[in-house]
């Protein structure tokens, strides 16, 4: 399954329990409509911890990683590759 | 459990030999309710400020759990509470947002004084209409030109009557999620900074806090701690190191207070017994001792956690309540202990549990910590 496809049925089976994952848009803005806030974020990153083993506390993530499913996705991949990156 | 290395040691003994030195006069100063200036530049003279700060800015470039070790030394070895959280506040509120989230301009301007001590600082979250909710902030900042104009009132502001610089959050986005609060960092002498009078509180009596009013404040854009609509972001890694270094400091305080309980109820003797050979005292003591050891577990596990960049949501928000529920239980036990004496303002174990109580308010209360949880669970 793809990382955009596992997103969208992640948030909505968390936030949307009402609403067809294939329906939800990837560019839909999930803070500004509301969607996910704050608590919502920090359950995000639990859950990316989790499935992906992904520690995001050193990385270099704003807030608008989190503001769309693409650019969740984005950060997932980014954060997947094995770069050096200063702390 | 982690291994301390020799300069880590040396520098809590030395922080630990000062100890009694700024401790000195608290039962006075807990009356008075007057913020130490002289034990505030002996601190500054030791290595505290300096700790968790790279090299290049005049710190130690200690990680978190170290600086927790000294920390929790200080608590041990200085009496004076109030001094020890307004210690914790000078390192969190303004210095590890700065550090890690400040552009290099801002950093080279504010951060050798902060880690030297000399300037003292604060942060301003909490407003009069909410402080569980204080995302929800009504104070607001209007881009104007090279500046943003702040308005609103803050409250519960520590170290505020004595701080140089303020981290103030406020709402920079119409819209009510995280992505619409932002840090500024602000000079105490701006134009619409204003400070309320003196507050009047139960414990940390020598830690003042106040409220701050924000009257067309107008802040240069250069001051903007991280990017505008980071401030949810900020402030979570600011509460993660305001909880674990607080408690920290009250772990220590919780091993002093065991140690005097002990000492106590080894030569108290009633009915030709001393005290601790009665099972409901003993029992009492070793509730503090066990209480104790799980906090410290848990503050250094979820230290050690952060330091590896894991989420620590549901860590954070254990480790800060069994803390501060475990240091109000073993200053209430100490009291109960102690006795008649214990309720005297002589042996300072009443002020102990005054001062106890702040921890289950400040930094998100017991039943905030409990929410979080809950939410983590999806509940
Ligand atoms: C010693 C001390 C130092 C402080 N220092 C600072 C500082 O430096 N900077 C700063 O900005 N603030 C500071 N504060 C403020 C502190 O963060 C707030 O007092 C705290 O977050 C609680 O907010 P409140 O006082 O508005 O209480 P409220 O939020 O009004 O809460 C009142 C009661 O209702 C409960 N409650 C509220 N919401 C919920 C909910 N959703 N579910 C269940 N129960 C709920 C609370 O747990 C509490 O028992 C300090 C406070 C103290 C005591």
Redesign the interface.
């Known amino acids: 399954m793809s990382t955009i496809r596992e997103l969208q049925e992640h948030i909505t089976e ?1 936030y949307l329990p009402d609403v067809d994952p294939s329906e939800l848009d990837r560019e839909l803005d999930l ?2 409509s ?1 969607v ?4 919502g ?3 995000l ?2 859950w ?3 499935r992906y083993g992904l ?5 270099d ?4 990683d989190f ?1 769309t499913i693409s650019a969740i996705s984005d950060l997932i991949d980014r954060e997947r590759r094995p770069v050096a990156r200063p702390m | 459990m982690i291994q301390w290395t020799d300069e880590q040691r040396a520098l809590r003994e030395a922080l630990e030999d000062i100890g009694a030195a700024l401790g000195e006069g608290h039962s006075e100063r807990d009356q008075t309710a007057v913020f130490p200036h002289g034990q505030w530049k002996m601190l500054a003279g030791s290595d505290l400020f300096r700790a968790p700060f790279d090299q290049r800015w005049g710190g130690l470039g200690m990680d978190l759990p170290a600086t927790m070790y000294l920390l929790e030394g200080l608590g041990y070895s200085c009496r004076d509470a109030g001094l020890n959280f307004s210690a914790s506040t000078q390192l969190v509120s303004t210095g590890i947002p700065l550090h890690r989230f400040g552009s290099e301009s801002l950093k080279a301007r504010y951060l050798p004084s902060i880690v030297n001590g000399s300037s003292i600082t604060a942060h301003a979250i909490s407003e009069p209409d909410g402080g569980s909710d204080a995302l929800n902030m009504r104070c607001t900042a209007v881009e104007a030109d090279d500046s943003y104009i702040l308005d609103g009132n803050k409250v519960f502001v520590t170290n505020a009557p004595v701080a140089d610089l303020f981290t103030v959050y406020a709402r920079t986005g119409d819209h009510p999620g995280p992505g619409s609060i932002t840090a500024f960092l602000i000079e105490r002498d701006t134009p619409g900074l204003v400070l309320g009078g003196k507050i009047e509180k139960m414990g940390l009596r020598s830690s003042p806090f106040a409220e701050v009013f924000l009257d067309r404040c107008r802040v240069p854009k250069e001051n903007v701690i991280g990017r505008v609509g980071s401030g949810f972001w900020i402030l979570d890694h600011v509460m993660k190191w305001e909880i674990l270094c607080s408690f920290v400091i009250n772990v220590g305080e919780m091993r002093s207070r065991l140690e005097r309980t002990v000492a106590y109820a080894r030569q108290r003797v009633q009915a030709g017994t001393p005290i601790s050979k009665h099972q409901a005292i003993s029992h009492r003591i070793v509730d503090m001792k066990v209480a104790l050891e799980t906090a410290r577990m848990w503050l250094y596990h979820t230290a050690e956690l952060v330091r590896e960049g894991r989420d620590t949501t549901v860590e954070v928000a254990i480790s800060k309540l069994l803390a501060s529920e475990a240091n109000l239980a073993s200053a209430l036990s100490a009291v109960q202990v102690f006795g008649g004496y214990g309720y005297t303002a002589e042996y300072g174990l009443e002020q102990e549990l005054r001062n106890s109580v702040a921890g289950v308010i400040y930094s998100g209360t017991t039943e905030i910590q409990k929410n979080r949880i809950a939410a983590m669970l999806n509940l």
């Open positions: 968390t803070l500004d509301g996910v806030d704050s608590l974020v920090l359950r990153i639990a990316i911890d989790k520690a995001l506390g050193n990385a993530v704003t807030l608008d503001r």
